[in-house]
């Protein structure tokens, strides 16, 4: 099959996670996709040096490792787990040959109201984990979530927010992650976006699309690439604008895509990339 | 029973559906509840002038009507009936006495992916709104909804995004709404807030707490004040700062709360507002 189109789409594995880590390098090897976005906890299981080979073998890039973060705790033992953690995940990004950790910051601890301060507990940990990453050549992404995860998953709910945070460090160590589901609603994403690029911050480019009514508990709603309301082209030419050239992940958290043939999944995915990407 | 901490209170009529206007009326003498804020839809079916006889004649004040809005149609016909629709409420709200109309500004229409374009169509809206409302005494309140809304409710997703919209009219025309489970997430809200206030277009002020799990659909998720993660006194400080010195609603669709006995969410509000208020 040609890979025309396709040069620059990366799968994320979340997209077609009924897959095994094997099953998706065999699917990815038929259907001529190059690039693959992988999750902490499958690679674990399958082990990061068998991973790294199994990919490697394949003729695969591995363009970023799904997530780190969850940096907001306040309590001295959960914050210190949650570095150790952090650590691990930026081992295990290096191990893989990748050179960017997706982070998701977290939300509020129990009983805090305090969105202020759970920023300020993320800075602390990224000056921790900053230094560390660019040891073992790993740039932190933070993603700006939606604002409806702010209360329990995300408390960097803008790129601005992100950038806010990534400022404060080095670029090579601290960029973001533009997804178009958290942003597409932003009238300031483009300004943002241009900033992030200025910096030399955008650190990766997840693509999924708005569809409603939203599921209960909102996490497993991202639609389908053109299903929704997002005018993917549209972003891609903001980050393109900005000075962005690297691979474009595809990541679907969806019910009813997860219920499906994870091939067919895939092979509708790239179809869907081709069609709404330039 | 005592109205201290109380005079500034306003029920929403949506908290407490369950209760006919006439039940409700009944309840806030009761409990010394002073305001209600409206809507449309039990409000045309008691009557305008029916229901506006019946507050007054409770001494009881109306602090908005909700909601107009739905202003984002392309099909002109479509258009010509969301105009014609907002003028009702329009005369509505001066039947019912009160000065403020709540606008809900409308989704993406099927097919469009151009939230510029939908904002750029409550513009128009506005300018034709804008001067019809003045001469009935009333003021539009542009309400920014949750980002979550952005697409299938409203396109005005920040107070940023509202203000560029009230200020290309004259605030007594047009200003905004703040309501705390709309904003909660937005570090850059009280700015906004502080805007608004310089331009006298803090025309209403809502509370509505944040919790989570969202429900299906996310409509029907707003928590009880207190029972969520936002800040209620910090919210109302920056309001306050800003110059607003009106009444404060409750505004809580809650399947959880339309179960139970509404004058017992009535009183169960009206402590909450007095317990997280000052």
């Known amino acids: 099959m040609s890979t025309s189109g396709l040069d620059r789409f990366s799968i994320n594995q979340m997209t077609v996670k009924q897959l095994s880590l094997p099953e ?8 001529g996709v190059r690039n693959v976005g992988l999750w902490r ?28 973060g969850f940096l907001t705790a306040i309590d001295p033992r959960e914050r210190a787990e949650a570095l150790a953690d952090n650590r691990r995940a930026v081992d295990e990004a290096a ?26 507990r993320i800075a602390d940990a990224l000056g921790e984990l900053g230094p560390y990453a660019e040891r073992h050549g790993v740039r932190l992404a933070i993603e700006p979530l939606h604002p409806m995860f702010a209360s329990d998953r ?23 992650t533009v997804d178009t589901y958290h942003v597409w609603w932003d009238d300031t994403a483009p300004a ?19 569809t409603t009514p939203l599921p209960e508990g909102v996490l497993t709603g991202r639609g389908q690439i053109g299903d929704g309301v997002i005018d993917m082209r549209a972003w891609q030419g903001y980050v393109e604008d900005a000075g962005y050239s690297g691979p474009i992940e595809v990541e ?7 219920a499906r043939d994870g091939r067919e999944v895939l092979a509708e995915t790239a179809a869907r990339f081709t069609e709404h990407t330039r």
């Open 95 to 120: 191990t893989l040959g990748t050179d960017t950790l997706v982070l998701v910051s977290g939300g509020l601890p129990a009983g805090s109201k305090d969105l202020h301060g759970a920023r300020e």
């Open 252 to 258: 679907l958290f969806n019910d009813g895509l997860w």
């Open 192 to 210: 943002q976006i241009a900033r992030a690029g200025r910096g030399g911050r955008i650190h990766t480019f997840q693509l999924a699309d708005w």
């Open 41 to 68: 906890e499958p690679v674990q299981a399958h082990g990061p040096k068998a991973t790294a080979k199994l990919v490697r073998d394949a003729g695969l890039t591995v363009t970023t490792l799904c997530r780190g």
């Open 24 to 31: 998706l390098v065999t699917a990815c090897g038929d259907l």
């Open 154 to 176: 995300c408390v960097v709910s803008t790129l601005a927010q992100a950038l806010d945070l990534a400022e404060r460090f080095p670029a090579h160590q601290v960029g973001v």
